[in-house]
């Protein structure tokens, strides 16, 4: 049965992300397009025929096959498929059979090569498809534009403290001494009258010699100047410059919300990575240091609002991490004299792999020279691995449940010793071996003799790429996290419990490509321990084809910022960061491109998981 013309029109116009193009796109696009059905079991195309025809899907299902037999998406009325392989080569990248009675409308390829070309937004919605040396380059955030960009609904203190007309100066002015503000608003909950500051009681009350009883409704500044949270910071400074104040209400339908000071303009600028790190540099109290940890949730607010990619947001916030952990080891020095042997301190989780997105427990140890004697040394090395470890549990990052720590004697040992754990471990791969391996093959030197380390991490990646069985072990391990993905497309969402109905972003999204990229790191004993460093070069190295491993960073690409983008919001709203998010928070593109971005790493594991034999 032919689907009328208007129907065809008005289906398209209501999908996504044809709903993006003008009506007469539409029109002249569903004019130029065919239409075909298919019954249940038909093979519309296998892997490696050409394509030349996208494919919408108007009614019914069909199924999408790795290259292994498995499963990757079953796609329903309104997607499509085959735009990635017109995007590639031309051929197809996975097998398409129909799963339940199709009806497809049949764009051709060069129409939709020419609408990708004249609209900018379509194009954006397929761009992720394209191998990754052909995709749009994506301009850098300007950072420099962070202070004037915010709006003031990020910048602003929230709940300002407002005081009745008829209040007294006396006792205004001891509220904003019991509060430690600069000013208070005069009116209500729901009206902003004025608004009284400092400044105000020392021209207007003291000079004047008033009466301390004088209600403040004769000394405030009736009707201030005011903006809207929605405002960028940048009006408010030249709105604050241009009438010479230094105090501005923030309203929302005419209710005083918030208030903006130069309090919150230098709060701002003292929140990025360079200021909190000579801040760490010059402090040399535990207290102060974990004041300057505990501004780590909005630097990672404020750089998620600028649009700085997910990995260089981990980096960031990991080099406060490195520079914390690094002032523990001089404060630690400094009370207890020089180390007796030489050392390296490292970090391994997800501080080794320079990928935290916030504050959480600690994972590290020590590498001793093999000069090291534990009956003449180790009571100092004990010493020290516990002050800085105990400091930074102060800071926040809490002590590792796991004791994956500097503290434990296991993880506080020589060089020869280390040698025997790595040789112990790749030789009898164990499910206790596979589990420490996958923690230490990530550690990344902090402060001290990086030679100490050096030899010892490429002998061990070599020895672990020549042994075939070790990392079959570590494959089957690795697969043990899998991503979210139901039978039929839909998100495998958690069934019970606290987080019950959400996906958990950590575990079962970004972990699966940590463990895929750690593997690939293994197999060409690649050097890099960051995630998306060893993607690129895994790539680089031929361990990944180009367009399986462009395609996995940016599916963690896309994971990764979605997670930093709900911790950002969880920050804002004064909650605290998780990594369980409801589905029903994203737009529905933002849930396809998710969707699509599990299915290629279960495609990648699947690929991993047929090459690696026991």
């Known amino acids: ?267 701002r600028q003292s929140l990025s990575a360079v200021a909190m790190i000579s801040d760490i540099g010059r402090f040399d109290k535990v207290p102060e240091l974990a004041g300057v940890v505990a501004r780590v949730p909005q630097l990672l607010a404020q750089l998620v609002g600028l649009g700085v990619e997910a990995h260089k947001v981990g980096q960031l916030i990991t080099s406060v991490t490195d520079a914390l952990t690094r002032r523990l080891i001089e404060l630690a020095e400094a009370e207890m004299g020089p180390a007796p042997v030489p050392y390296l301190w490292l970090a391994c989780g997800s501080q080794g792999r320079r990928e935290q997105t916030g504050v959480s427990d600690q994972d590290n140890c020590l590498i001793l020279d093999d000069a090291y004697d534990a009956d003449a040394h180790g009571p100092w090395f ?24 500097a503290t434990n004697p296991r993880w506080r040992q020589p060089v020869s010793v280390w040698k025997g754990y790595f040789e112990g471990w790749i030789a009898r791969p164990d499910p206790m071996a596979q589990m420490l391996a996958s923690v230490m093959f990530d550690l990344r030197a902090i402060h001290g003799q990086t030679a100490l380390y050096d030899g010892l991490h490429a002998r061990t990646l070599e020895m672990a790429r020549k042994n075939s069985i070790f990392r079959a072990h570590m494959t089957a391990n690795s697969l043990k996290h899998t991503p979210p993905l139901g039978l039929f497309r839909g998100f495998a969402l958690i069934r019970s419990g606290e987080h019950k109905d959400t996906l958990d972003l950590k575990h079962s999204g970004v972990v699966p490509i940590v463990d895929l990229a750690r593997l690939y790191a293994l197999q060409g004993a690649l050097e890099p321990v960051n995630t998306r460093e060893r993607l690129v070069a895994a790539r680089e190295a031929g361990t990944v084809s180009v367009s399986g491993g462009g395609d996995l960073i940016a599916a963690y690409d896309l994971i990764s910022n979605i997670r930093l983008e709900h911790q950002a919001r969880q920050v804002r709203d004064g909650g605290k960061p998780d990594n369980f998010l409801a589905p029903s928070t994203l737009s529905a593109l933002e849930r396809n491109h998710l969707k699509d971005a599990f299915g290629v790493v279960k495609t990648l594991q699947s690929a991993i998981g047929h090459t690696s034999v026991l």
């Open 1 to 267: 049965m032919t689907i009328e013309r208007a129907e065809l029109i008005a289906f398209f116009a209501s999908h996504h992300p044809f709903d993006l193009l003008p009506g007469d796109e539409i029109a002249a696009l569903v004019d130029a397009s065919g239409q075909q059905t298919a019954a249940a079991g038909t093979c519309l195309y296998e892997i490696g025929d050409a394509i030349d025809t996208l494919h919408v899907v108007h009614g019914g299902e069909v199924d999408l096959f790795s290259p292994e037999g498995e499963l990757i998406s079953r796609v329903t009325a309104g997607e499509v498929f085959g735009a990635k392989g017109i995007l590639r080569d031309g051929h197809a990248l996975l097998r398409a059979v129909v799963a339940r009675d199709v009806t497809l409308v049949d764009c051709p390829a060069a129409r939709f090569r020419d609408l990708l070309a004249r609209f900018a937004k379509f194009d954006a919605y397929f761009d992720r498809l394209r191998d990754v040396r052909d995709r749009r380059p994506t301009p850098a955030p300007d950072t420099s534009a962070a202070l004037v960009s915010a709006s003031l609904g990020e910048v602003m203190t929230r709940n300002p403290v407002i005081v009745a007309p008829d209040t007294s100066v006396r006792q205004a002015a001891r509220i904003m001494d019991e509060n430690n503000i600069s000013c208070v608003l005069v009116g209500d909950d729901d009206t902003l009258d004025g608004i009284l500051t400092t400044g105000d009681l020392t021209a207007r009350v003291l000079a004047a010699g008033l009466d301390p009883e004088t209600p403040v409704a004769l000394v405030m500044t009736a009707d201030p100047a005011t903006l809207v949270p929605s405002a960028l910071l940048f009006d408010a400074l030249l709105l604050m410059s241009a009438r010479g104040i230094g105090h501005l209400p923030i309203v929302e339908a005419g209710r005083p919300v918030g208030i903006l000071t130069r309090t919150n303009l230098v709060r």
């Open 382 to 405: 004990e010493r020290f691995a516990t002050f800085v470890c105990d400091g930074l549990d102060a800071c926040g990052y809490f002590h590792c449940p796991g004791d994956m720590m």
